[in-house]
């Protein structure tokens, strides 16, 4: 029998990175030796009080059964208290804190809730795939909006048709931004409120890097800004800034009904997160500095070297000053699809072509520096040596 695809998977956009894995297990299957700086998942282990955490809360046959679906009142209390720490901003666990398992998922989910078939999703280009994506599978439309050097990779609002954006019900953005790397401020995030109000817009921020950043830079969160709460949710996720990317832990918080309305879809999808990694999870969140401007200062030194690598090889980038990403222009002349397969074939080094974040990625490539930094510096030195 021939199995049928429903349309939302049979008409997905090719995986970009299909042949370059290809191509990566055939250089490595003759003996290549390949450094893959493609994916952001970080190499420093999850600190040993979390781990112990876990370890702890697993035995308890309190935490075997069925989770709550919206997250322990617990865990969300602890979310609240950390926003409020960290950021300044007071939010009612109950009703404004929702827990998500990885904001992948709460991401993924979000369209579910707030797209009637039609209606349009603005999303960042580049930008992380997930939102155009969900956008598509809940019936909705994405409109890329492009995020261009000269605007310092900002969106420009004043750009947005006017029919878009009457068409418009949800605006991701990501700050600071994978995979360009830079910081969004006060002025810009206050322009966003205006034009979500204006427009009746729902603004999902994406703030899974907002403690990776560097040189004294302190990213804000959406929700800082007057008005935010009224236009907006922010997603929040423990994977990057505490090594957990494999716990499956974060949470979205922000404006009560859209809280609401996330944790209706999740209800009636999902059946919650793991109460024991809940309880890691505030064991993260209350000890949030142990350890973290050190492995910021990893993360720092790694990204520098291989800048350096970049500078010799005469390959303009932006500078990181957040997240552990470098975004950096191909040289004139080629596409990012063929510089990163000359990077492969040519260097063993693999590094994702900057079109797989959408079309204004065209001309760009990214490097992840969530490897050993011995690693991260032998691709410097053969990227130092690529000419194109
Ligand atoms: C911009 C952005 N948002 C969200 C995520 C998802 O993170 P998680 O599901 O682990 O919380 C990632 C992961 O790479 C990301 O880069």
Redesign the pocket.
């Given at each position: 029998m021939n199995i049928k695809w429903a349309k939302r998977i049979e008409e997905l956009p090719p995986y970009l990175f299909a042949e370059i894995d290809r191509k990566k297990n055939e250089l490595v299957e003759k003996g290549v030796d390949v450094i893959d700086l493609g994916v952001?998942?970080p190499d420093i282990p999850t600190p040993e009080h979390i781990v112990q955490s876990l370890r702890e809360a697993s035995g308890d046959p309190e935490h075997h059964r069925y989770p709550s679906y919206v997250g322990m009142p617990a865990f969300r209390e602890a979310a609240a208290e950390w926003y409020s720490k960290r950021f300044g901003v007071t939010l009612d666990p109950a009703r404004e804190v929702v827990t998500?398992i990885?904001?992948?998922?709460g991401?993924a989910h979000a369209p579910l809730a707030f797209l009637d078939p039609g209606d349009m999703a603005l999303v960042p280009d580049p930008?992380?795939p997930?939102y155009p994506v969900s956008t598509t599978f809940a019936g909705g439309v994405p409109h890329p909006m492009p995020l261009l050097k000269e605007n310092g990779f900002l969106p420009d609002l004043d750009a947005i048709p006017a029919q878009v954006a009457e068409r418009a019900v949800m605006m991701f953005l990501?700050y600071p931004?994978?995979p360009t790397t830079v910081l969004a401020d006060e002025g810009f995030f206050g322009e966003v409120v205006d034009f979500a109000r204006e427009n009746d817009i729902l603004v999902c921020h994406?703030a899974?890097?907002t403690e990776i950043a560097f040189y004294g830079k302190n990213p804000l969160s959406f929700l800082e800004i007057p008005g935010a709460a009224d236009v907006g949710i922010e997603?929040h996720?423990?994977?990057?800034t505490f090594s957990m990317?494999g716990w499956?832990?974060?949470f979205a918080a922000g404006n009560e009904r859209a809280i609401a309305g996330l944790g209706k879809i999740k209800t009636n999808i999902d059946s919650g997160v793991f109460q024991a990694v809940q309880v890691a999870g505030i064991t993260a969140l209350e000890n949030s500095s142990v350890g973290l401007e050190e492995r910021k200062e990893v993360y720092r030194e790694r990204l520098e070297i291989f800048c350096q690598g970049l500078r010799e090889a005469g390959i303009e980038y932006t500078v990181p000053e957040a997240t552990f990403y470098v975004w950096f222009e191909v040289p004139e002349g080629m596409t990012s699809s063929e510089f990163s397969e000359r990077m492969l074939t040519e260097a063993g080094v693999v590094v994702t072509p900057g079109n797989g974040f959408g079309d204004c990625g065209e001309g760009y490539a990214r490097v992840s520096v969530t490897f050993d930094t011995q690693r991260i510096e032998q691709a410097a030195e053969r990227i130092a040596k690529f000419r194109p």
């Open positions: 952001g998942d998500l990885g904001s992948k998922e991401i930008g992380y997930v990501n931004n994978n994406d899974a890097y997603f996720s423990l994977s990057k990317t499956r832990l974060a």
